[in-house]
């Protein structure tokens, strides 16, 4: 049983092939073509090819000029990524708790974090749950910037709305167990179009032009280095991998939804703790988390495995990790909802076209195996 499997095909390493038939492997016409895919599908003005959301992000930090002496508010519960590129910049992760139950950062929440050194907050739509944008925007005062943490949400929405419409940017992962996937990669979608220039900018080294603009029309051109930048460009060769899944994915929502709710109507009822949906919102469904006892999480893990039902854990509460405790002396306390589903936290086989008689094997032996440790 596999715990994830992405659906490219034959067809897509064609993709690839032609690429390499073109004397140009790095970011070029495959790329932009990807990324006016991106700005369509998301309504929004500009999107940029990064080589993953990690480097998106630091590219889309240095743009807004975050750095020394300033914070950025994070939610306690995510990937360590997230609080990782605002620590790389110089700055300060400011944690706060998740709701209990959506597992979400809530506007109240992130404003009562705010602080005169506050620049920008990354809401993270964990599990392909949106968070309250509309409400985060109006939370928040407008001088500080906010970045989605899309990773985990490309196709979900909240109010009928896609990421993008009430953030400063919003950044996608397109990691090999994504939804949209190029092995590594992602992309930031954005409308302002002074923060896009620095944004390319800042995604190649601070040049003012790249490779492809370099050799336009067999003439050399010059460049400049007007700001600091990082390398997060995302090759054609990756990009070519991406246009047939953005067609497609909403067509493939339903098959995640189909297998979370058979998750959801197994479930429901036993001593077992799954993330509240709420109604005004389609989840992305990205992962499928349940969270046992925390006492008994090993040992459900160890169970899960040895009845060949392959499990992760996503994720444990970020402020609690050695580098965060030592550096900031951060408890299991000071972000108690965090901490506690961070240390029961199960992650589920879900992909789209899993075998029903995989899932039922994974329902069955959580039922057999898991809940009995929980009682
Ligand atoms: C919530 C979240 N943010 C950011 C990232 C980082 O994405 P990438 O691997 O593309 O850098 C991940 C990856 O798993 C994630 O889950």
Not at 198 to 209: D, E, F, N, V, W
Not at 313 to 333: A, D, H, I, M, W
Request: charged share 20%; with cysteine.
């Amino acid at each position: 049983m596999h715990f994830y499997r992405h659906g490219l095909t034959g067809a897509d390493a064609k993709a690839i092939a032609d690429v390499l038939d073109t004397p140009f492997l790095t970011s070029g016409a495959v790329g932009k073509k990807v990324e006016a895919m991106l700005a369509s599908f998301f309504e929004m003005p500009h999107a940029l090819l990064v080589n993953s959301w990690t480097n998106g992000a630091l590219a889309a930090l240095l743009a807004m000029d975050i750095g020394p002496g300033d914070e950025v508010i994070v939610p306690a519960q995510t990937f360590i990524a997230t609080a990782n590129m605002v620590e790389l910049v110089g700055a300060k992760p400011v944690f706060v708790d998740v709701d209990p139950d959506t597992l979400l950062m809530t506007p109240d929440m992130a404003a009562r974090a705010v602080t005169p050194k506050t620049k920008a907050c990354i809401p993270v739509h964990m599990y392909g749950l949106m968070c309250d944008m509309k409400g985060l925007r109006a939370a928040l005062p407008s001088s500080i910037k906010i970045i989605e943490d899309c990773a985990h949400c490309f196709e979900g929405t909240r109010d009928g709305e896609l990421p993008g419409r009430h953030s400063d940017m919003s950044i996608f992962s397109f990691y090999a167990t994504k939804n949209v996937t190029c092995g590594e990669g992602g992309a930031v979608v954005l409308r302002d179009s002074d923060l896009f220039a620095k944004l390319q900018q800042t995604r190649q080294h601070g040049m003012s032009a790249v490779a492809a603009d370099r050799f336009k029309a067999g003439q050399y051109r010059h460049w400049d280095m007007g700001r600091l930048g990082v390398k997060a460009n995302l090759p054609d060769l990756l990009a070519a991998l991406l246009p047939q899944q953005i067609e497609t994915i909403r067509e493939r929502l339903p098959q995640r939804t189909a297998l979370a709710d058979r998750y959801r109507d197994a479930f429901a009822n036993l001593p077992i703790r799954l993330q509240r949906l709420e109604s005004n919102c389609v989840s992305a469904e990205h992962l499928f988390p349940i969270h046992v006892r925390p006492s008994a999480r090993d040992a459900a893990i160890a169970a899960l495995n040895a009845a060949g039902v392959p499990v992760t854990v996503n994720y444990r509460s970020v402020p609690t990790l050695t580098y965060y405790r030592e550096k900031y002396g951060y408890g299991p306390k000071d972000f108690a909802n965090s901490w506690e589903w961070g240390e029961g936290e199960i992650s589920l086989p879900l992909w789209p076209g899993m075998p029903d008689e995989d899932q039922q094997k994974v329902i069955d032996t959580v039922k057999a195996a898991v809940v009995p440790l929980c009682r």
